[in-house]
């Protein structure tokens, strides 16, 4: 009976330590822009404004996401795979993944500097908001929170 225990044991620890699917489990589920800012020259800080659209991110455990957006009576969906990488310790101390999101359909509702790339780059942080990066090169600041 020993023999069998300690194989077993062994067996459940590794296949509690799938350390691809943990980055994932934070992520999951769908995300709804509930936040719009742009920097204002004038005063140097963030102003929030009137969403423009509707927006909401769907991340897949398979590495898939689906972005819809709809404004008036048009909706734009778009489709790819995403990447996430842990933060750096030298990273925003908010910062808990970056996400890369790769388009395969739907560029033009792409948010972020490198658009023309075909790819949208976000952040997940510490208190489970998903951000872009667009407002680094002059762009809108978009902040989704989990839909539950």
Known sequence: MNKLLLPLALLCCLSCSNDEQK????????WVLKEYSVFSWQNGELMSMDLPWEEHVVFRF????EKTRKSGEETIRATGTYTLTPSRAYDSSMTRYHISLQFESGEEIIGGCSSSQGQEDMVL?????????????????????RQY
Do not use: Q, S
Not at 62 to 65: A, G, L, R, V
Not at 131 to 144: E, H, I, K, R, S
């Open 23 to 30: 980055p994932a489990f934070h992520l999951t589920g769908e």
């Open 62 to 65: 398979n590495k898939t996401f």
């Open 125 to 145: 942080t510490w208190n489970d908001e998903v951000f872009n990066t667009w407002a680094a090169c002059d762009g809108p600041l978009l902040v989704y929170r």
